[in-house]
């Protein structure tokens, strides 16, 4: 994507834009936020533009990489998406880190011709640069590096590696001696009932928490979805004061505010897992029919739990037989995980 007319703009000092179309999921978007930084060192002077979904651009808008939003209702057509994008200008270049041929409609519609995405659903007549994807190895099996890959193709630097993929500080520290922890809880997961790790499983690794630590005061905050506000009622009436439900009562942008009041995080692989994670909350995160080494948190502070039976990784919705990888992960292992996050608080005792 580089012509000799970008580099003269670019030493006149002119920007070169790109607009970045979104991932949807809120987990998704998250885990290509290391990309969107590579992007944003590319070029001299670089600026970038995100269009998402409305719900994400609280997120995006929080980035100190990204330059302008531009938010759309879920439900709009392609077309209409597009004359949002064409009242915000002109852009040099337009990033698809979606698979989905609407995407790549989207853009073209909003007048973005210059467009590199991979080449997957048909839609290589409306790409500029066609990226084949990448052979996964294990050190680059994550979706983090298939979002890399993407924008290392149009030249955007993906080394070194660990300035990519660092992650902010813990908005809230946990500190040696503190009376009180704020514990966030996100018990539910959208894509179904294999991803649950059982509510009262939750409830007795944050009971026993309280009962081994009887001079702190833990206070829970359980997140999700409202379609996950009865999942956070039966986790609520398991567990003492002080607890409160706020799943279905946060907007992203609510989330984000709230998690960065948290201390740690417990979780199942949700897209508020990859949220935390991004945000710098110690992040303990319960995997079942899914794959941590595709979709871990990102992040050395993080604790995963994992119990791998003769079926994992199953990727199903629904356990056709009983659950076993859940079921095999007790609430002692969830308590030795929360444990050793909160170590700093203990470690003058």
Known sequence: MNSAGDTDREAEGGHYHFLVRSPNPLGDACMALPSVRALKRSRPSVRITVCCRENLAPMWEAREEIDAVIPFRKGISPLQVGKLIRSRGVFDAGVLLPNSFRSALELRFGGVRNLVGYNRYQRRILLRTAVSEPAPTEETQHHVHRYLHLVAAIGAPTEPIGELLAIPAAPTPITAGAKEIHLGVCPGAEY???????????AESIESLRRAHPDTL???????SPAERAIGDELAALLSAPRRNRAGETSIADLVKELQTCHLVATNDTGTMHLSAALGVPTVAVFGSTEPAFTAPIGEVHRVIRHQVDCSPCFLRECPIDYRCMLRIKPEIVLHEMEALLAPVYSSS
Do not use: L, T
């Open 192 to 202: 179904g009932n294999a991803k649950r790790y059982p509510i009262e499983r939750y």
């Open 218 to 224: 833990f206070s829970v905050s359980i997140f999700g």
